[in-house]
């Protein structure tokens, strides 16, 4: 029906199309009717991504191929055209251009439908959410902008593109973050979020310097006699890879462009705008903080792994900032009483998750983490929608301990929300459970050679108890217990309207299903995307399929574990804290007497307290070593400032002086040193 | 030669026969008919921007009338000169549409009459080609400035603004003055071409001339570093736009420059071969002190046509990247490309930074009203939601300013760094050390780019996430509007297409210097 | 004498003078003798350039020497304007009263000391009165003559 | 070679005096310039006065100071300390040092009238200069356009402006001491630039001349010298040359005067009843 080229025109096309229209019009004439064109475009793009990926699944590699690609150039953007003139005396630099080119490739062309229907059911659970706002069409046209710059991120196919559009979602994201400007809280984390985020972008400019000085090009794809730096001709033949980048350099670029994914995937230590970054509207949360935009260090680091293969280093650092996040998130998650925060920190961790799988270095693990990516948009997105059905209800308050028991007056959203935190807790045989599995396998295969991997290993595992345990933790307090609302709240408890609750069961169902569906399959499509087909990726063998009994065993009973002893905690003891505390305030000695009293303190001191110690070093070292550096990176300049402004004085026969002092040193420097 | 001479410069003419008009008919004008008078100036500039296009520079093939008119004598026929021309043009239009509202103290006819003068000013710089020339060119920007600087507010603060301006400028001319005088010395003579002859051939007249070739060059960077605003030659900047109208701002931030850089370009890296190991180093180091400084200074000031005083100077290191680069280059080879890419950039940059600084100040005008201006930060505050299209085009300006892509701006600073970094070692020569420095200088300016992201951010900032303290009048005039609607599409339009806008400056900066049919150049002994 | 001590000798005096109108530039306070100093500097300009127009038997520096004085006569024009409105709203000539604008935390300029008007009355040199002496109208004293 | 080790040779040997002169010109000036009181000027003057000397006599005269292992020696360059006649020579000397005297009183008195009188004087001086180059035409230009019409038009000026003549700002200076130091430093840099540029430093007893000054001094040059540049008919060759290379330059003037003329009147228009008497003349 559609050709392959028009569909990958189409789909970042309707989004923009929508949100210039949005734009225009939104605040005079669309007003609360906004959403339409957004939604259908929304929607829309949906529909040509799946046709897309049904399109490139049907094509087989042929022999001359690495992996599957179609390229479609659109126009010459910009170049830098080196001087006409070339003499055979002149070494010809390259010229420096860059061709609007999308691609579609397997890798693509998994992410476009997961963030375009994603991006569609936060749309319409938006109706709901957003109803009333003043900033209505405002939020509708940022969130076409935001889709359009995600899907144009997937499908460019030059590095150059990949910043801009990298740069384009950092600022959708800025937008959003700070959607409720006049709140200084809001305004400050969008601040925060772009600042951390300019960090990273600054590794990955230079990164890209790198690229662009070694391989002379920006492309992915071949263009001409222009060797695409994952074209085909390179990844056909992997050798020429070591000839080109050699020694530190072949360090240096995965390690920059590692830097530019930790600003934008929040992986330590920049992971420090993220939980900030929930003072945007939920339903941003959903989209962008949890299920796409944070995601796209992994796709950029997948879509570069041959350049990551060439130095072990580079994978052995990748995986240590993965499972170190992973495992400072989870610790930090334990003793949020906020919910979106939880959620928050969950998020890092699980992109942590992620990093460590593709740290491995072998494809499976890649895979593994690309998998995880897939499965976790959905039930992640499904979290914070529910969590934002919550605040719907609960009046913006968001804080667990205000409220409890809320499955009585919100049954849908407590279903969808249990079903979304098993997912994520990794219970047989929701979504999480088979990513995770791939995860802990890849990374277990890499511990048999012992080294490091070991650690990670063991640390994979305790972030998947910590993982259920603050999960469960979560949905207990917010869900179960007797009912308790906020006395702003009073009897206005009620569950979302029908828009919002549609998306939340459809992501209920999807995080059921996805993990089953896709256990094998997705892994199998993605292998022939070009960057990991090259045998430098895939090795000889390619991508094995084997289930692991013994890691599925033991991450079901970590995962069983965690959610069983917060049950203890959060549905027993929460009863019994509660009501020892009214009898503590009438009769004194009575508490003594009660043994669950003594079993509770013990609890607390041996193991709530260390780990909330711990819990509460990781947030002051995230606070005030992280935080501080980054201050003072800002500082510098300013003090800097301080002290030469001093030479701004206002009198004019001062300026002179200067002046003529900064003539005379040259002329004295001149004298001086006799060069030219 | 004259009348071809006339025939070349008929788009000088035409701008300051039109300047001349609007003077005279400002005497006869009774009352206030400003917008008129701009609708005139803008009339005068149009036709004579038809007039460049006579010469027209996009095509390929378009070179070839130019090179039929051999003219030996001060203008330089050239599509360097056309593409000065041209933006001086463009950004003179833009100033004049902004001009349409001036406060009700200024003498309207006065004011854009001197303001097309040295627009007229500008594009005979671009063009001259001899040191005369080129001094009266330079003169007629900054003594019209003068007055504009005068007659903008007719407070204090402008009269402060003025005078300060004055003395420094008559300053920084003298020491020019005596740069021409040194270079004038050593070859005998005041045709650029000439002298740039003479000392290809290693016979300048002087025995050990070398040493006033330097002094020269000392002198001539020092004069013409006052009109760029480098580092420490700047002071004036932030004082003086800070007293006087945001229209002045934006005409004391571009002009100076596109006259300041195109002189440099002319009698440093082309009139001078020979002296470029010393023009680069002081380049570089100009380049290094003027973006620091600049940058971290803006971080501090609360006055917006400050802040946007030091970020004009900051630029100005940018683009001496770009002139280092060429004159790094030259020392090889005269048909090396790096040189090329060098002014090349340069010159691409001042096209970006004028049209986006043209912009933030019709825009600051627009939301002003003619004798209220904008002048704290505090005054934005609240743009954004009270005057949403003036506030996003100025968001638009600040990210191009920032080097965010995909606007202007960053084509303009990538284009420079890319020609910083494609310095190479010349074939045979023992220039490791160069590649060193300009990679060096590449970083201090990716650093440099990133403190500026701060304060540009700073003014979005302050637009968007701040309630509104003041009224905003948003009285500055149609004009200003269009001005700034015309910068904003601009912006946008050379993000998104910028390739024919480069290689536009690269063919330009190419035609300086005559093909390389003959590539030996003489080295000095 | 020989043309390369002309030369020479020019040019250092065109150095002095470009050096000493400098310092009247840099130090001078009033904004007229700073402008005198100012064009000091351009004569120094002018003598060399002169010189070596002569040195190198061309034309060029006498014209570039006539565009100076044109240059020159339209600044002083510009300035002599400036300089009657800036005394009108001042009430003085001095330089230094210009610096409100500077960076927003540095302290006002203000005089370590102003000198009193030390001026003593000088002794005018007066004719040894011959005739009949004439009745000196105390009235008609001029004190303004006295500082001309 | 370190940078100290090139300061010094290049500062210290044969350059020396020049910087000695330069130091001296510079402390004159300061003792000079108006600081409040009115003490030093006289020794001002004369340090000033040792250090044009000194000047003098190592640009016209010759002089060479140079120093070997155990003494320095003065020597004089032939080449440069040949004159062509007495009479000549005091011509120019009496030119030079009228211009250079007036130039120093001219900024350095504190009554700004008598600065405007003594600039009037060192114009004077320079078109004599100008004469005695044989640019005749700038030396009348001189006196008509600086000092017939700049100089009284400021003179006008600071009639109208301080009829009383002796404001407090008259008798301060900004920055004496740096600013003369720093004038003193350019002096000393230009003309060492110049004594480098221009003479070769005698090499063992016999100082030579330099060898392109031949080129210079040949007789076919002084004849085309004499038909060109120092012509009978030179103000006719200056208009030739203004009204055929430089027209266009000349036209651009011609729009510079306009300028000036319209922002001038402009200017002056604009004095209006919001100028306030914020008085801080003595």
Not at chain 1, 204 to 212: P, R
Not at chain 1, 463 to 472: D, E, I, S
Not at chain 2, 37 to 60: K, Q
Not at chain 2, 364 to 381: S, Y
């Amino acid at each position: 029906m559609f050709e392959t080229k028009s569909l990958m025109v189409l789909i970042p096309a309707l989004p923009l199309a929508a949100a210039i229209i949005v734009g225009l019009l939104g605040r005079r004439w669309l007003k609360e009717y906004s959403h339409v064109p957004v939604v259908l475009a929304l929607a829309g793009s949906c529909v040509f991504s799946l046709l897309l990926l049904k399109d490139i699944s049907n094509r087989e590699p042929d022999a001359k191929q690495v992996g599957v690609e179609v390229t479609h150039t659109l126009w010459t953007w910009a170049a830098i055209p080196a001087a006409g003139v070339t003499t055979p005396q002149i070494k010809a630099t390259p010229n420096f251009q860059i061709d609007i080119t999308l691609r579609a490739d397997p890798l693509t062309c998994m992410m476009l439908p997961m963030v375009t229907f994603i991006a569609t059911l936060v749309a319409i659970y938006a109706m709901g959410y957003m109803h009333g706002d003043p900033g209505y069409w405002r939020f509708y046209a940022y969130v076409g902008l935001f889709v359009f710059s995600m899907t144009m991120l997937v499908s460019v196919s030059n590095f150059a593109l990949l910043y801009v559009f990298w740069e384009a979602v950092g600022v959708c994201s800025y937008l959003l973050i700070g959607f409720w400007f006049e709140k200084p809280e809001a305004a400050a984390a969008g601040k925060k979020a772009f600042l951390v985020n300019r960090v990273g972008d600054f590794g990955f400019a230079f990164g890209l310097f790198l690229i662009w000085v070694s391989f002379g090009t920006l492309n992915f794809h071949d263009a001409g006699d222009v060797q695409g730096v994952l074209g085909q001709t390179l990844l056909a033949n992997p050798a020429r890879y070591a000839e080109i980048i050699t020694g530190s350099v072949a360090l240096a670029i995965p390690l920059l462009l590692m830097v530019g994914a930790c600003g934008k995937s929040a992986q330590f230590p920049l992971h420090v705008w993220l939980p900030d970054a929930m003072e945007g509207p939920t339903p941003v949360s959903a989209l962008i903080h949890a299920a796409t935009m944070v995601t796209a260090g992994v796709y950029m680091v997948t879509r570069c792994s041959p350049l990551f293969m060439l130095d072990p280093r580079a994978q052995l650092v990748v995986a240590c900032i993965g499972g170190f996040t992973a495992l400072l998130a989870g610790l930090i998650a334990l003793t949020q009483t906020d919910l979106k925060r939880v959620l928050a920190y969950s998020t890092v961790s699980q992109l942590g998750y992620m990093f460590l799988a593709l740290g491995t270095g072998s494809l499976a693990g890649i895979v593994a983490g690309m998998f995880h990516l897939f499965t976790h948009a959905f039930f992640k997105a499904l979290l914070f929608l529910g969590a934002g059905s919550v605040m719907h209800g609960m009046h913006h308050i968001i804080d667990m301990r205000r409220f409890s028991g809320l499955r009585r007056v919100m049954p849908w959203t407590c279903l969808t929300f249990l079903i979304g935190s098993l997912a994520l807790a990794g219970i047989v045989p929701l979504a999480g459970f088979w990513s995770k599995d791939q995860v802990l396998a890849a990374v277990h295969d890499r511990a048999h050679d012992g080294g490091p991997f070991v650690y990670l290993y063991y640390s994979a595992v305790l972030t998947a108890f910590l993982t259920a345990f603050y999960t469960a933790r979560a949905f207990f307090m917010t869900f179960m217990g007797p009912l308790v609302v906020p006395h702003e709240v009073g009897d206005h408890a009620h569950e979302s309207p029908p828009a919002m609750v549609f998306p939340l069961v459809v992501l209920a169902i999807c995080s059921i299903f996805v993990g089953i569906t896709f256990d094998h399959s997705l892994g199998d499509f993605i292998v022939r995307t070009p960057s990991l087909a090259c045998t430098l990726v895939a090795g000889e063998h390619g991508l094995e399929h084997h289930f692991h009994w013994d890691i599925a065993a033991i991450s079901t009973v970590v995962a069983v574990l965690g959610i069983a002893i917060a049950a203890y905690f959060y549905l027993g003891d929460r009863r019994q804290i509660n009501a020892l505390t009214r009898i503590m305030q009438g009769v004194r000695l009575y508490g003594l007497s009660n043994r669950k009293f003594f079993f509770d303190e013990i609890y607390h001191v041996l193991f709530v307290l260390p780990l909330k110690g711990l819990a509460a070093l990781s947030y002051l070292i995230d606070r005030w070593l992280v935080d501080g550096l980054v201050n003072l990176c800002g500082w510098i300049p300013r003090a800097v400032g301080a002290v030469l402004r001093n030479i701004q004085t206002g009198v004019v026969q001062f300026y002179a002086l200067a002046m003529v002092l900064g003539l005379a040193l040259l002329i004295g420097t001149l004298l001086v040193w006799k060069v030219g | 030669m004259s009348l071809d001479a006339i025939k070349i410069l008929t788009p000088e003419l035409i701008v300051i026969l039109t300047a001349t008009l609007i003077y005279v008919l400002g005497a006869f004008l009774p009352g206030r008919h400003w917008g008129r008078v701009a609708m005139l100036g803008l009339i005068g500039a149009a036709i004579a921007l038809y007039c460049t296009y006579e010469y027209r520079f996009w095509p390929e093939g378009a070179q070839a009338p130019l090179a039929s008119v051999e003219i030996k004598g001060p203008i330089a026929v050239d599509l360097f000169g056309q593409y000065i021309r041209w933006l001086a043009l463009l950004v003179g239009s833009l100033f004049v549409l902004t001009a349409q509202r001036p406060s009700s103290s200024t003498p309207a006819a006065e004011m854009v009459g001197t303001l097309l003068m040295s627009v007229a000013g500008t594009m005979l710089v671009g063009s001259a080609r001899e040191l005369g020339l080129l001094f009266l060119g330079l003169e007629l920007v900054s003594i019209p400035t003068y007055v504009v600087l005068y007659l903008a507010r007719g407070d204090r603060a402008s009269q402060e603004s003025t005078v300060k301006y004055f003395f420094l400028s008559i300053l920084s001319s003298g020491v020019l003055l005596y740069g021409f005088t040194f270079l004038y010395g050593l070859t005998g003579t005041t045709d650029l071409v000439e002298i740039r002859q003479i000392l290809l051939a290693g016979d300048d007249t002087l025995g050990a001339g070398r040493l006033f070739g330097r002094l020269a060059l000392v002198l001539i960077f020092a004069g013409l570093g006052f009109r760029i605003t480098a580092v420490p030659f700047h002071f004036y900047a932030p004082d003086v736009f800070q007293g006087t109208s945001n229209l002045n701002a934006g005409l004391l931030s571009v002009l100076p420059k596109i006259v300041g850089f195109t002189a440099l370009v002319r009698l440093i890296a082309i009139a001078m071969p020979g002296y470029e190991v010393l023009a680069w180093r002081v380049a570089i180091v100009l380049a290094v002190l003027t973006m620091t400084l600049g940058n971290v200074l803006a971080l501090w000031q609360d006055n917006v046509r400050r802040m946007l005083a030091y970020s004009s100077i900051a630029h100005a290191g940018y683009m001496l990247i770009g002139l280092a680069v060429g004159l790094a280059a030259n020392m090889e080879d005269v048909s090396s490309v790096a040189l090329f890419q060098g002014i090349g950039s340069t010159i691409f940059y001042l096209v970006v930074y004028g049209v986006s600084t043209a912009g933030v100040f019709a825009a600051l005008t627009a939301l002003g009203e003619p004798d209220k201006q904008v002048d704290l930060l505090d005054d934005l505050a609240g743009a954004g939601k009270t005057h949403p299209f003036v506030a996003g085009c100025i968001a638009v300006f600040m990210f191009s300013l920032a080097g965010l892509p995909p606007l202007a701006g960053f084509w303009g600073k990538l284009s420079l760094f890319f020609s910083a970094l494609g310095v190479d070692a010349p074939t045979g020569g023992d220039t490791s050390d160069l590649r060193k420095w300009f990679l060096a200088l590449a970083i201090v300016a990716a650093l440099n780019a990133a403190i500026a992201a701060a304060y540009y951010l700073r003014i979005v900032g302050v637009m968007y996430f701040r309630s509104p303290l003041t009224t905003l009048a948003g009285e500055g005039g149609r004009g200003a509007r269009v001005a700034l609607t015309a910068s904003v599409v601009l912006v946008v339009l050379m993000g998104l297409a910028p390739g024919r806008l480069q290689s536009g400056a690269n063919k330009a900066a190419q035609s300086l210097l005559p093909a390389p049919a003959t590539p030996q150049v003489a080295k000095l002994p | 004498m020989l043309e390369v001590q002309l030369l020479y000798n020019y040019l250092v005096i065109g150095a002095l003078l470009f050096g000493i109108g400098l310092v009247g530039l840099l130090s001078r306070r009033n904004m007229l003798i700073m402008f005198l100093a100012a064009e000091m500097m351009l004569q120094g300009v002018s003598l060399s350039l002169v010189a070596f127009g002569r040195f190198h038997n061309d034309w060029g520096g006498t014209t570039l020497v006539i565009l100076i004085l044109t240059v020159a006569a339209c600044e002083a024009a510009i300035l002599l304007a400036l300089v009657q409105c800036l005394f009108h709203r001042t009430g003085n000539l001095d330089i230094a009263v210009w610096h409100d604008l500077r960076d927003a935390n540095q302290p006002k300029f203000i005089d370590q000391e102003v000198p009193g008007d030390d001026a003593a009355k000088p002794e005018w040199p007066t004719l040894t009165p011959a005739g009949i002496e004439p009745e000196v109208d105390a009235d008609e004293a001029l004190e303004h003559r006295i500082h001309v | 070679m370190s940078a100290a080790a090139l300061l010094a040779t290049t500062l210290i040997t044969p350059q020396w005096p020049y910087a000695l002169a330069a130091l001296l010109f510079a402390a004159g000036m300061w003792l000079l310039l108006p600081r409040g009181a009115a003490r030093g000027r006289r020794l001002g003057a004369g340090v000033c006065l040792a250090g044009l000397a000194l000047l003098t006599l190592l640009v016209h005269c010759g002089m060479v100071v140079a120093c070997g292992e155990e003494s320095c020696d003065v020597k004089w360059l032939p080449a440069l300390s040949t004159s062509l006649g007495l009479g000549e020579d005091f011509v120019f000397l009496t030119l030079a040092a009228v211009t250079v005297a007036s130039a120093i009183a001219s900024v350095t008195f504190r009554k700004p009238v008598y600065c405007a009188i003594w600039f009037a004087l060192c114009l004077m001086g320079v078109a004599g200069l100008f004469l005695y180059q044989g640019a005749q035409f700038l030396g009348v230009a001189t006196i008509v356009v600086y000092a017939g019409a700049i100089l009284v038009t400021i003179l006008f000026v600071l009639m109208l402006a301080t009829p009383e003549g002796h404001a407090y700002y008259d008798r301060l200076s900004w920055e004496a001491p740096l600013s003369s130091v720093l004038a003193g430093v350019l002096v000393g840099l230009l003309t060492i630039t110049t004594a480098s540029a221009l003479t070769t430093p005698p090499t063992g007893d016999k100082p030579a001349a330099p060898a392109w000054l031949a080129a210079k001094t040949t007789d076919a040059y002084h004849a085309e010298r004499s038909k060109n540049i120092l012509n009978d008919n030179h103000l006719a060759g200056i208009g030739r040359e203004l009204f055929s290379k430089h027209l266009i330059a000349v036209e651009v003037a011609g729009t510079l005067l306009l300028v000036a003329l319209v922002g001038a009147v402009a200017i002056a228009q604009s004095i209006g009843p919001t100028a306030s008497a914020t008085k801080r003349d003595s």
